[in-house]
């Protein structure tokens, strides 16, 4: 089975996106950008308090005129103090609730993705967004962008501070700009790639792990384990070349940078010794200009560093995004399906990269008749089971219900009239109750027994050791396959739609427990159309009609007798399997 990769944004998306963010919370931006700007303000009295107290001494001066320098000097600590509490205190807030908005979001967006989309999608991809990309932004929101927004308006602020000591002694730190400028767009330029390259380095990882554990028997069975380790030697060599590069990068990058912190503080010192000496700066405008650039290496080395985790926070916002690009597959139109009449028209089907695996499927249901698919594995049962569901849209040809387009259907109006049974279910975490009663919240008591009964799973239900309210899932009960398989057929029972697809839904049961699993599901379904994906031929038997699928076509039409008689396929698979 081919996977189809999950689109990732552009960088002009995650701008937009960014912008969007930025603009929205506009308020709160500017309120942090205010109270870190004063307390970066009040950090600046400083080094110009004893710049100016240094000429004054040179000048000659009192006591008390020292001593009123010391009581400013604290004063602007502790309002500094005071402001930066504040200013911490609204950035984690600010921080929090972006993260909750980015939780949701993606949340929202992975809930709403396209069914067939999430069929198709490498798992591996999916839970890596939901996991490590959710976990950067969310760190990237919460400490990258308020640090980032401090160090920069520091970095005005100091700066400004340097061109009121004097003009000419602010010149020689303008040498740090071209310096920081050639290594970090050198660095930009490359860490990009690189850090796309490590993300999907670790879903391939990442896939190669969650496919290794659930196979495991297979790989056992088949003697397949050091093939499996070459593959995850593979996949651990590209992590480790990928996260080695994007090490490289970082290092020669932060040695230029360390380099160009350096440089401007000896320019201004011996600019400023030369201006002195012309008598074009006072001392005190040397020294208050000098400790100014050495403040200056502070905000800008937290900008340059945030940045490095605000490239990684955008490179996983972009796939955190890409989750949305995906068109979505339904265009629900309002319209009501006039009757409960399923068909299919012409049909064809094709998986991404695939063969054509469906030509031309044609299939009208009567309501309320028993329709079982046969056929050999892999001639597209499962497929045309999805497609019949509005899993899958045709790639040609329409099915319809009461003559509306499935696609046409929202997916809640879809699912109130079909549903897909199939073994691909889940057991989420919590009680027996709430797994069976996902379908129909509120559901009753006896509503609940009736439908776990109507599946065969009334005794060990009731034989659980909290019963209905047993923890069930991860870290509860464990369920077997079996049981999981007749809850999920027990939500169907409480679903109700009128039409249902069952593929292959009994076939991790045992025989017996199969056989009276499927006459309960017989009398509960009564009424309903049901199309039964069939692995074993009594299904088939019992139904109203039977199509024999083969190689993507109805080959056979007709029920068990007609079938029989026209001695065709199913006539030798009948044979086959009765052993006669
Ligand atoms: N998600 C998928 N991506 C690509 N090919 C698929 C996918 N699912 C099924 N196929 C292919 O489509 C064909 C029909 O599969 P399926 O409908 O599952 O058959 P059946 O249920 O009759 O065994 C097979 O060749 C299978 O390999
Ligand atoms: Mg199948």
New binding site residues.
């Given amino acids: 089975m081919s996977h189809t990769a999950l689109p990732v944004a552009d960088a002009a998306e995650v701008r937009r996106h960014g912008l969007d963010l930025a603009r929205r919370h506009a308020r709160d931006l500017g309120w942090m950008l205010s109270l870190h700007g004063l307390a970066a303000a009040c950090g600046l009295v400083a080094p110009w308090l004893i710049g100016s107290l240094l000429d004054e001494v040179v000048r000659g001066t009192t006591a008390t005129t020292v001593n009123l320098f010391g009581l400013g000097l604290v004063t602007s600590l502790v309002a500094q103090s005071a402001l930066t509490y504040w200013a911490v205190r609204r950035s984690c807030r600010f921080g929090e609730r972006i993260t909750a908005e980015v939780r949701e979001d993606f949340v929202d967006r992975v809930v709403g993705l396209p069914l067939s989309t999430v069929e198709d999608a490498e798992p591996g991809d999916l839970v890596t967004r939901a996991s490590r990309d959710t976990d950067a932004l969310t760190n990237t929101v919460r400490y990258a962008v308020p640090e980032m927004l401090i160090a920069l308006a520091t970095c005005l602020f100091t700066f400004g501070a340097l061109l009121l000591v004097g003009p000419l002694t602010a010149l020689p730190s303008l040498v740090v700009i071209p310096l920081l400028w050639s290594s970090t767009r050198w660095y930009l330029r490359r860490s990009g790639p690189g850090y796309r390259r490590r993300g999907a380095s670790y879903v391939a990882l990442g896939d190669t792990l969650a496919e290794t554990v659930p196979g495991a028997r297979t790989v056992e069975a088949l003697g397949l384990r050091s093939w499996r380790r070459d593959v995850l030697d593979r996949d651990l060599a590209e992590a480790y070349q990928a996260e080695r590069h994007t090490m490289w990068l970082r290092s020669s990058w932060y040695l230029a940078v360390e380099f160009s912190y350096v440089v401007p503080v000896v320019a201004t010192l011996v600019v400023g010794g030369v201006l002195h000496a012309n008598g074009l700066a006072t001392l005190g405008q040397v020294v208050a200009a000098t400790l100014y650039v050495r403040q200056l290496i502070f905000p800008l080395d937290d900008v340059l560093s945030w940045m490095d985790e605000v490239q990684i926070g955008s490179a996983s916002l972009a796939r955190v995004l890409g989750v949305s690009k995906l068109p979505p597959d339904r265009e629900p139109s309002g319209e009501q399906p006039r009757g409960e009449r399923l068909t299919a028209r012409a049909v064809t089907y094709t998986y991404e990269g695939g063969n054509r695996v469906l030509h031309g499927v044609d299939l009208d249901l009567t309501p309320g008749e028993r329709l079982a698919v046969v056929g050999p594995s892999g001639s597209g ?2 497929t045309l089971g999805k497609l019949l569901a509005g899993i899958y849209e045709p790639e040609s040809g329409v099915v319809e219900l009461g003559g509306v387009r499935l696609v046409r259907l929202g997916e809640q109006e879809l699912r109130r009239h079909i549903a897909l049974v199939s073994q691909d279910h889940h057991i989420f975490r919590g009680t027996l109750r709430e797994n069976l009663t996902l379908a129909k919240p509120g559901t009753g008591e006896a509503e609940a027994r009736r439908a776990l009964d109507a599946v065969g799973a009334a005794a060990w239900a009731a034989a659980l050791p909290d019963g209905l309210d047993t923890l069930v899932g991860s870290g509860g009960h464990d369920l077997t396959a079996a049981q999981a398989q007749q809850v999920a057929l027990g939500r169907l029972v409480l679903a109700d739609p009128h039409t249902v697809v069952l ?2 839904a009994t076939a991790l049961l045992d025989p017996a427990t199969a056989r009276h699993t499927e006459q309960a599901l017989a009398a509960v379904l009564g009424e309903r159309t049901v199309i039964a ?1 069939a692995h074993r031929l009594h299904t088939a038997r019992d139904a109203d009609r039977i199509a024999v699928l083969e190689d993507g076509r109805i080959t056979e039409l007709g029920n068990h007798h007609e079938l029989l008689a026209a001695n065709g396929a199913y006539a030798a698979l009948w044979r086959t399997w009765h052993g006669d």
């Fill in positions: 049962k499962s593929d292959e994906i």
